[in-house]
C-alpha cells in the first residue's frame, strides 16, 4: 500500500516528537507499505524566521521572505531522515525543487501546478521512506514559493494524487473530525466518515481541520484522506466522495467568530445595485460570505453581508469612499456576531432541517440575525456571546451524539 | 566593473553586521559596479545546526547532513537581500540550485565542476546586486552538496572565473595578508601584493587566511584575489600571478602547530621499502607532509614524517598493524613540534636563503628536527615551545618589517 502521511508543525517540534512520528513511520514501512512523509516546519519556526525578516525588513519583498521560510520544512526533513536512520529505516528528504513541485508564481500564495514524481518513485523503488518538504513549491523562474496556510496540507494530498497513493493521512493534534468543537459541546461525537463536501462546508465555517483548498484537491482527484491523531493509534476520520448511506441528517456543527457584519442602507432599489456594491468589494479581493438583501421599499432597500474581520476596515473604507456613487444613506457594522452551521450530505433530500434549526435557536432563545443555506448547510448569524449555546442546541436537536 | 565580494558568517552574524556588509555593497552597486555577493551561514549557524544533527543522530548520513546545513547560507543571502531593499538596492539571492553549481557527489567534501552563469548574468542585466550561498552546491543527483572548510572562499572565486569578473574580494576580519602572524610578531607588516604561489604555502602552513583550494582556483583561471578587512576601508592585499619585481626575498614567516612527526625506526635498508610505508598511509586517505630519510646504517634506516594531529592516531595504528609486513624496529612520535617556514618567490633564484634559515634559528638557539624545502619555501620542524621564538627570529633575519 501506498500511503502519503503529512505531520504539522506541533508534530516535529522537539526531538522527542520527532522520534515519535519517527516509530510511527517505522511501523508503517515495516508492515510493508511505500510511505511518503510530508512534513511542515518545526513548532514555531516559521513564524521566528517571519520575526527575523521583519528585524531585517519591516515589509521584506514575498519573493525573498519565500525564499526565507522553504529552509523551515528542509530542517524539519533532513533531521526526520536521520532519526528515522537511527531506527533503522532506510530514507531520504527531499525538497521542493528535488521533487519538481511545480507552482504558480505568485509568492506567499502559490498554488501547486504539477508535480513530477519520477524521483519520488525511483527513491520508493529501493525501498526508501521518501520524506518531502510540505508548504513549498518552485515556479517558472526557479525560484521558492509557499502556498499559504494549511499549504502542508496541500502538498500532502497533490503528492498522494499524482502517485495515485492508496491514501493520505494528515496527522493533527486532534483525533479526527467531530460533529462539532468537542472543546464547545461537550456531548460532540467524532465521525468515522465524512464526504468532501461536507468538510468543505466545515473547514470553511471555522472547524478548521483541514484547510479547504486540500480538500478540494482531494475531491477532485479523489484522493481517499484520513484525518488522525499523531499521538495516538486512533483510527480518525474517512473523507471521501460517498459515506454509508444509512446516515444522519446532519453530520457537524461548526462555528466561526471571525465575522464582521456589514450593512449598507437606504440604496437606490434599481437592477445593478447589488452588483455595484459587491462589484467594488471583488475587485479589492474582498471576500464576502452570507449576503442578505432586504424587500425594498419607498424606492430604498438594504444590503447586508458578512467578510472576516480582518477585511472589515477595508471593506468599510472602501463603501465610504463610494458613497456618492453607490447612493446610499448610511452604513451600519457589527463585529461581535457569529456564524454557527449545521453541515450534512443527508439534508439535501430533506427539507425540514432549516426549520429545525431556526426552532431550536427560538428554543433556546437564541436571535438570528442572518441566514444562508446550500444544499448540504444551514447557516445562522448571531450574536457571539450566543454561540456556545447554540452549537449545542444544535448537536442537540439534530441528535448528533448517538 | 564586475566585481564578487565574499563575507564570511562572522561578518553577517547579526542584524548591525548585516547591515554594515549591505552598506558596503550599496557603496559599490552605486558606483557603478556589476556586485555579485557570496555568503556563508551567520555567526555559528552551521555549528548550531551540526549539533542539532548529532543531537537527533550521532552520526547523520553526509547527505542528510548537507541537505540540513545549506538552509544556513540560504538564510544568510535571503536576510542580506532584505536588507539591501531597505538601503534601495534592487538585489535577489539565489541557492545553489538556481545558479546551477554543480559539484562531485561526494557530501561534505565537494568539489566545484561547473556553474551555469546565465541566471546569473540575467538578473546583473536587471541592474541587481546579485546574493549568492557560498559553501553549497547540487550533484549529478540533485542533491545537495556542500564544500567543506573553506568553501565560501571556492565559490566566490570559482564564480569570479566563471563570470570573467575583473576582482574577487574576500572579506575578512584580518586587514589583509601579513608578513607573519600579527599576534605572534610585533613587527608584522601587511602586504600589499603576494603570488598565487606564496599564498598557497602560507595558507597550506597555517596562515589561513584563504583556502588553499580557492586559491588554487584563483591561479587556475588567473582569478585577481584581493583579501582586506569588512570592518574598514583599508585596501587589503592583492593576490596574483606576478608581482613587482623589486621584491624581497622572502615575503612572509608561517607557522602550524598542527603537527606530529612520526619515525619508524630500523627498516631494512632495501629499496621500496619507503614505497610500501607510503603507500599504506596514502590508500587511508592520510596526508604525509615533511619526509626525512636517513642514511642506512648496518642494513637498517629510518624515515620520519610529519602529519596534522588529528590523523596521527590512525597513522600510528595502520604502521602498528603492518609491523611485521614493513619490518621495522620500532615506532616514534613526538606532538609537541611545530613547522616554522619562510616563503617568497624572489627565494626561488637565491640559494641562500636556507643558510639564513638555519642560522637564525642557530643564533636564537633553536633545535632543528626535520628540514623541508621548496622552490619558494623553507621550513624547518621545531619544538612547538619555540614557535613564537623562531618567527620572529625568521621575520628579523629576512628584514620583513621594513
Redesign the interface.
Known amino acids: 500500500m501506498l500511503v502519503v502521511k503529512k505531520f504539522g508543525g506541533t508534530s516535529v517540534a522537539d ?1 522527542e516528537r ?1 522520534f515519535n512520528v519517527a516509530r510511527r513511520i517505522e511501523k508503517s514501512y515495516k508492515a510493508g507499505d511505500d510511505v511518503v512523509v510530508v512534513l511542515s516546519a518545526m513548532g514555531k519556526m516559521t513564524d521566528v ?1 517571519i520575526d ?2 521583519k ?3 519591516p515589509n ?2 514575498k ?3 519565500d ?2 521560510l ?2 523551515g520544512e ?2 524539519s ?3 526526520m ?3 528515522l ?2 531506527l533503522g529505516v532506510p530514507s ?2 527531499l ?1 521542493a ?2 521533487v519538481a513541485m511545480h507552482t504558480t508564481s505568485s509568492y506567499g500564495n502559490a498554488r501547486l501546478k504539477r508535480i513530477d514524481s519520477e ?1 519520488i518513485r525511483h527513491e520508493l523503488d529501493q525501498k526508501k521512506v521518501v520524506v518531502i518538504t510540505g508548504f513549498q513549491g518552485v515556479n517558472k523562474y ?2 521558492f514559493t509557499t502556498l499559504g496556510r494549511g499549504g502542508s496540507d496541500t502538498t500532502a494530498v497533490a503528492l498522494a494524487a499524482s502517485l495515485h497513493a492508496d491514501k493520505c493521512e494528515i496527522y493533527t493534534d486532534v483525533e479526527g473530525v467531530y460533529t462539532a468543537d468537542p472543546r464547545v459541546v461537550k456531548k460532540a461525537r467524532k465521525m468515522k466518515e465524512i464526504t468532501y463536501d461536507e468538510m468543505l462546508d466545515l473547514a470553511s465555517l471555522g472547524a478548521g481541520v483541514l484547510h479547504n483548498r486540500s480538500v478540494e484537491m482531494a475531491k477532485k482527484y479523489n484522493v481517499q484522506l484520513v484525518v488522525r491523531s499523531s499521538l495516538n493509534e486512533e483510527e480518525g476520520t474517512i473523507v471521501k466522495e460517498k459515506v454509508k448511506v444509512e446516515r444522519m441528517l446532519v453530520s457537524g456543527v461548526a462555528a466561526d467568530k471571525n465575522v464582521t457584519r456589514i450593512s449598507v442602507i437606504g440604496l437606490e432599489d434599481r437592477p445593478g445595485v447589488a452588483f455595484r456594491v459587491f462589484d467594488l468589494l471583488a475587485k479589492a479581493n474582498i471576500n464576502v460570505d452570507m449576503i442578505l438583501q432586504s424587500i425594498g421599499r419607498e424606492g430604498r432597500k438594504d444590503i447586508s453581508f458578512t467578510v472576516t474581520e480582518d477585511m472589515a476596515d477595508e471593506a468599510l473604507e472602501l463603501l465610504e469612499n463610494s458613497k456618492e456613487r453607490l447612493d446610499y444613506q448610511k452604513l451600519d457594522h457589527r463585529t461581535n456576531v457569529a456564524k454557527v452551521s449545521v453541515v450534512g450530505a443527508g439534508m439535501m433530500s430533506n427539507p425540514g432541517v432549516a426549520a429545525r434549526m431556526f426552532e431550536c435557536m427560538y428554543n433556546s432563545n437564541i436571535n438570528i440575525n442572518m441566514i444562508s443555506t446550500s444544499e448540504i448547510r444551514v447557516t445562522v448569524l448571531i450574536d457571539e456571546k450566543d454561540t456556545e449555546k447554540a452549537m449545542n442546541a444544535a448537536h442537540d436537536a439534530f441528535g448528533l451524539e448517538d
Do not use: C, H, W
Open positions: 526531538k520527532i524566521l527575523q525578516a528585524d531585517i525588513n521584506p519583498s519573493r525573498e521572505l525564499m526565507l522553504v529552509t528542509q530542517t526533513v533532513a533531521l531522515s536521520m532519526a536512520s537511527v531520504i528528504s525538497n525543487f528535488q524521483r526557479d525560484d
